[in-house]
């Protein structure tokens, strides 16, 4: 299944529809009737890019100059 856009020019409408890339694509708007359907580049369904992990910073452990030299108290 893939999922397309659709634009009606008579009504302006536009919706989605999922079919098989081998079925026939929609003519008839769904809300007006005519045959002015056309389809439009869908973006639907694809996903740009992965998912972002982000790392915390290194922790700087007192001592190695990290706390700017014993002004955190425990060194
Ligand atoms: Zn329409």
Redesign the pocket.
Known sequence: MALYDYK?D??G?SFERDHPMSAPPVKV?P??G?E?VRKILSTGGIQIGGSRSVSPPPAMPCGSGGCGGGMCGLG
Do not use: P, R, S
Request: with cysteine; net charge neutral; aromatic share 0%.
């Open positions: 009606c008579a009504c409408v708007c809300e007006c005519a002015k």
